[in-house]
């Protein structure tokens, strides 16, 4: 099914339909890692490929055309050969690599069984993979933090800080659509209260600060889809948006920085409290809700930025 | 056994998909992905009940609103769209 | 007991399993979007019902039995507002239902009418 979605995708010249068959690719994704047994990645694949991923990529859609153009035809023998090459070179490079799972692999000898067996003792908590992320590979968690950020940033610079002014004299798009707004109201909440479940849990099963942060942005963009921009800014306004990305990086910053000052390493968190375990979970806490703040205010801003500038709906005549 | 379940549900997928690739109107494709959104929750839970793993009904969970979701902003987006325009 | 609510929970699985198909097969042998609207959004619910009550009943624990009763209120409360939210949106935009009209128009030399008259409009 995955490589039927793939071809259909690169065939098919409606960009509309292709969004929506990407939507599938991503489930079907996400339905692969599950037959893995990686939760937290099926889950944050679910949030975010199926969800975000789709709603920004109709915003673009929306702010320019529906049909791709019919390609020029040069001659494409050359791009097909040093493609094909080049996934021949990959593949015969892949049959040297032990089988997936091969409990002979290097990595099953060495740094895995360290993972599995310490991590209970030394971080204390039963969800291997939140332990490795924030805590064992914490730098690596603070460069993806800082990426998410400049993606925020980068993506302020080009299309505009405040946005169009011009929104706010357009009614609300799905104004006549009574039976959604009623259902909306109810499920809102229940939306964050999930998205804070999945980010205090992560701890005990999968979830953690990016899952977290997409889905209290995903409710955030569902009342603004709903009930306008000028409504969906009101409750959150741009401003505080961009305080609210720096301050993640801040928090998780912060942390380190705090752990260093307490007389341990950058990111150590055994010195966080009077107990290493007790350390390691307040270290854990901050650093992922940190995660999560960050992840919620850019998600929302580049919504707020796509849908502020759409010029598809007809309410601009 | 549940993987009759899950034999049967993947069929419909397979279905849902072909009506995605085919439906004339755009509105056919919206509705043949709610369709293989709210399978792909149901996958998952019976997935989560035959590998015993709790965790797995929370990404159900998760998958099921976020379906919701998909569909109401791609209906946003597509408000006063133009069924006329088929497929070439 | 446990024999009992084994079978209560096939019985639902394999009733869910057989509405999504019916469903499914209704996507493909419908003429009009939204009649297949009205088959894909129906059985899809209670398809959803069905199978979740079933896996409801093989549940070992009390969390997953609440986790699994969210999902089944979820997607009661979303699948049809979003069948709903996709018919007026279809309807906005201009869709038309196919009519008997169309029907008669099409099938106009199988039609028993007379020669010259015209359909009468209902």
């Not at chain 1, 049909?67 to 090459?85: D, G, Q």
């Not at chain 1, 290493?276 to 806490?285: C, F």
């Not at chain 2, 043949?32 to 839970?45: C, E, P």
């Not at chain 3, 509405?19 to 009649?35: E, Q, S």
Request: glycine share 10%; hydrophobic share 50%.
């Amino acid at each position: 099914m995955l490589a039927v979605t793939a071809l259909s995708v690169v065939f098919m010249r409606d960009l509309f339909a292709i969004v929506m068959l990407f939507g599938i690719y991503s489930l079907l994704s996400a339905g692969f890692f599950v037959t893995m047994e990686a939760v937290d990645v099926a889950l944050t694949e679910a949030a975010v490929g199926a969800g975000v991923t789709t709603v920004l990529m109709l915003g673009t859609l929306a702010m320019t055309v529906r049909k791709e153009k019919a390609r020029v035809k040069p001659s494409s023998l050359l791009p097909l050969a040093v493609v094909t090459i080049t996934g021949l070179v990959l593949i015969y490079g892949t049959l040297d690599m032990p089988y997936m799972g091969d409990p002979d692999a290097p990595v099953h000898q060495h740094v895995a069984p360290r993972y599995i067996e310490q991590s209970y003792e030394e971080v204390g908590m039963p969800n291997i993979v939140t332990s490795v992320l924030a805590s064992y590979r914490g730098f690596d968690t603070l460069g993806e933090v800082v990426v998410i950020f400049t993606a925020g940033l980068g993506v302020l610079t080009l299309l505009g800080v405040s946005g169009d002014r011009r929104h706010e004299k357009r009614p609300a798009v799905m104004e006549h659509h009574l039976v959604l707004k009623v259902i909306t109201k109810a499920l809102i909440p229940l939306i964050l209260l999930y998205a804070l479940y999945i980010q205090f849990h992560g701890d005990y099963g999968p979830g953690g600060g990016f899952q977290a942060g997409v889905i209290f942005g995903a409710a955030i963009i569902l009342y603004t889809i709903i009930f306008g921009l000028t409504k969906g800014e009101q409750v959150i306004t741009p401003l505080f948006l961009r305080y609210m990305m720096g301050a993640g990086v801040l928090i998780y910053g912060g942390t380190g920085v705090l752990s260093l000052l307490l007389g341990g390493n950058f990111l150590d968190y055994d010195v966080l409290a009077h107990d290493a375990l007790h350390g390691q979970h307040y270290g854990i806490l901050a650093v992922e809700f940190g995660v999560g703040v960050t992840v919620t205010a850019v998600m929302i801003s580049i919504f707020f930025n796509f849908t502020g500038r759409s010029t598809l709906s007809k309410d601009e005549e | 056994m549940y993987f009759a379940i899950s034999a049967a549900i993947l069929v419909v997928m397979v279905l849902a998909l072909a009506r995605a690739l085919l439906g004339p109107t755009v509105y056919d494709r919206i509705l043949a992905v709610n369709m293989f959104g709210t399978k792909t929750v149901l996958l998952i839970a019976v997935f989560g009940l035959i590998s015993g793993r709790f965790d797995y009904i929370d990404i159900a969970l998760v998958y099921a609103l976020i379906n919701f979701i998909s569909i109401v902003a791609v209906l946003r987006f597509f408000e006063y769209g133009d069924h006329r325009e088929q497929e070439s | 007991m446990a024999g009992i609510l084994d079978m209560l929970s096939w019985f639902f699985l394999v009733g869910g399993g057989f509405l999504g198909i019916t469903g499914a097969v209704g996507l493909f042998r419908f003429p009009d979007f939204y009649t297949r609207l009205h088959a894909a959004s129906v059985t899809d619910t209670l398809c959803a019902g069905f199978i979740v009550l079933g896996l409801v009943l093989q549940a070992t624990d009390a969390m997953m039995v609440f986790k699994l009763v969210m999902i089944l209120l979820i997607l009661t409360y979303t699948s049809p507002t979003a069948a709903h939210a996709l018919a007026k949106s279809a309807l906005h935009g201009g869709l038309k239902p196919l009519t008997d009209l169309d029907a008669n128009n099409k099938s106009g030399a199988e039609s028993t009418q007379p020669e010259g008259e015209s359909p009468s409009t209902p």
